[in-house]
Every structure is written in C-alpha cells, then in structure tokens.
C-alpha cells in the first residue's frame, strides 16, 4: 500500500472571497521519513534560520533564492517525488454557481466566458463585490439568515447588468437572474438536507486528485495529511465514497510530527505563491518553469494566459 503526506496553502473551507489568497494548492509528496527529514536538514543547512519549523516564507525570500531553486530543481528529492493541485478561487465560485443555478448547461465554457470578460469588463470593486455574494450563496452555513445571501447575489447581479458590460457575459447574467427561485430554494433547505449542489471547499477535489494521480494503476493509496479544522464529518464520508476502496485510509496529525507533511506543507506555500503571481501577471519565469513539472493538468483554473505557462499544452476543469 502506498502513502502518501498531504498538506495544503490558502485554505479556508468554502470561504474562497475576501480572504488573502486568491489561489488554493494542495501538495502530496510520496517519500519516506528518512528522506523527508534528510530534506528538511539540508534546507536547514543552507538557510540557517533558527525557527523551529521552517515554511514556505523561508525560501520565498530574495535572499533564499538558491535554496528554492534547489528544491524544486531534478537534484532535489522532491524530483518525481511530488504533486500539486491548483485552484483558481474565482473561477471555482462561477462554476459551482452556474451549477446550481444553470443546471441544465454545462458549467466550464460559461464558467470560463464569464470569468475572462467579468474580469477585464467590469469594475474591479464591483466585480469582486459579485464574487464575495455568490460565494456566500452558496455556502453551506449560516442558515438562519437563509433570504439575505439571495438579496445580496442578486443585487450584485442587477449592478453588473446595469453596468453594461454586453456580450455574452450580459447573457450569463440574465439566465442567472431568471433563476432566483432555485437559489431561494437552495438556501432555504434545512440544515442537514442533501447537498444539491457541488461542494466549494477545495480540498476535497484535491484530496480525490490525489489518489488518482498516485493510485493512477489502480493500486490503494492512503493519505496522512496535515490536521484540517475546517473539514467536516461530511466531507470526510464523502471523500470516502466518492473514492472507495481507492483510498486505503485518511488521517491527521499536526505537520511538525510528521517530517514528511512539513515537506508538502513547504511545497504548498511556494507553489501557491508562484500560482498566484502568474495569476496576476507578475510571473517569475524561471519559478515557473521549476513547479511545472509537479503541476496537475486537471487543476482547477479559469486563466488560459497563466495556466500556459504553468502548465503549457494542458486544459482545465472545474
């Protein structure tokens, strides 16, 4: 049985707007304790911070360059060692919310359209200010004021049209706008009724590329990963559904005692910060062309200028 140690960057749940992250990386790396705390010494070595635990910020530092090079580089041992998945944080928004509310088309080209024109056709305050209420909408919390995330999105929704972007993003907002009763009836489910639609939270389509990009022969992979708060029961039983006899076990311990999740956790963090400084044009090519090799094609991400050059030749899907 393989194992595998997981750690993420950016995460907070189903809260994907309005947070200091604009990309989500899950990272998985498949080495042994020994090789993983070898790995930690040697970054150790070459940056001689005494902190207790070192992170990303380490080697995302100018001065620290050499040693980030080095990590991701053919000489390290996270060389075919190692995996990361991406989210793009609004695109995955636009598409879980074309899913609940234009059900009966399929999500990415919409997803895709309206997220390249929203961002270059409308103001950007306003823009973000309709991403942050559909992200509420479709939240799985805060129940009890169920009719006010309704009101909000669809203010939002009014504004955008008012603005007058036109084209085919204008008709992506009407068909959202001739949908309100779903999203009323969406919201005004009980707490513990079915999820309708599919989950926001990130992780749990990490986790599911995790296994399969491991377990790609078929062969049972288990998952230790870095303790997550924000996971739920739920999530958890649905993880294990989705994946069967797939995944041969899930558990969580804190990053500083297991060597192996502290080298994810690292990887994670600089892999989103690369992510994201593409994302908004503010690019290192050499970094770059460093994480492509880890990259999964089947990341989540609404860019294609960013996404090829992160992963060139390569699609995505929400």
């Given amino acids: 049985m393989l194992e595998i140690a997981c750690d993420e960057s950016g995460y907070e749940g189903e809260k994907l707007i309005g947070t200091?992250?604009?990309?989500?990386?899950?990272?998985?790396?498949?080495l042994d304790t020994e090789a993983s705390t070898s790995c930690l010494a040697e970054l150790r070595d070459r940056i001689r911070s005494p902190a207790q635990e070192y992170k990303a910020?380490?080697?995302l530092r100018q001065k620290h360059r050499s040693v980030l090079t080095w990590l991701l580089g053919p000489s390290a041992p996270l060389a075919g060692n190692?995996?990361?998945?991406?989210?793009?944080?609004?695109?995955?928004v636009l598409a879980r919310i074309i899913d609940l509310l234009v059900a009966?088309?399929?999500a990415e080209p919409m997803a895709?359209?309206?997220?390249?024109?929203?961002?270059?056709?409308?103001d950007p305050g306003q823009w973000e200010a309709f991403l942050a209420s559909a992200n509420r909408l479709?939240?799985?919390?805060?129940?009890?004021?169920?009719?006010?995330?309704?009101?909000?999105?669809?203010?939002?929704?009014d504004g955008l049209r008012r603005a007058g972007?036109?084209?085919?993003?204008?008709?992506?907002?009407?068909?959202?706008?001739?949908?309100?009763?779903?999203?009323?009836?969406f919201r005004a489910r009980p707490v513990d009724h079915p999820r309708t639609a599919p989950t926001l939270d990130p992780l749990v389509p990490a986790i599911i590329r995790a296994v399969a990009g491991w377990g790609g022969g078929g062969e049972p992979v288990a998952i230790v990963h870095d303790r997550q708060n924000t996971l739920s029961a739920d999530r958890i039983a649905q993880l294990t559904e989705t994946l069967g006899t797939r995944l041969a076990g899930l558990r969580f311990v804190g990053s500083r005692s297991d060597p192996r999740v502290q080298v994810a956790d690292i990887l994670a963090g600089v892999?989103?910060?690369?992510?994201?400084?593409?994302?908004?044009?503010?690019?290192?090519?050499?970094?770059?062309?460093?994480?492509?090799?880890?990259?999964?094609?089947?990341?989540i991400w609404g860019d294609d200028r960013s996404w090829s050059r992160l992963v060139p030749g390569s699609g995505s899907q929400p």
């Fill in 165 to 185: 972007a036109g084209g085919r993003a204008d008709q992506i907002l009407g068909l959202f706008q001739r949908a309100r009763p779903r999203a009323t009836a």
């Fill in 112 to 122: 895709r359209t309206l997220y390249r024109e929203g961002r270059r056709g409308f």
């Fill in 57 to 59: 910020n380490h080697l």
């Fill in 20 to 30: 200091t992250t604009d990309v989500f990386a899950h990272a998985s790396v498949r």
């Fill in 271 to 299: 892999a989103r910060k690369i992510a994201s400084d593409e994302l908004n044009g503010q690019g290192d090519p050499q970094l770059t062309a460093l994480l492509r090799p880890y990259l999964d094609p089947l990341s």
């Fill in 138 to 157: 479709l939240r799985a919390n805060d129940r009890i004021d169920a009719p006010t995330p309704v009101d909000s999105f669809f203010g939002t929704v």
């Fill in 104 to 106: 009966e088309q399929p």
């Fill in 82 to 92: 190692a995996h990361v998945y991406l989210v793009d944080k609004a695109y995955l």
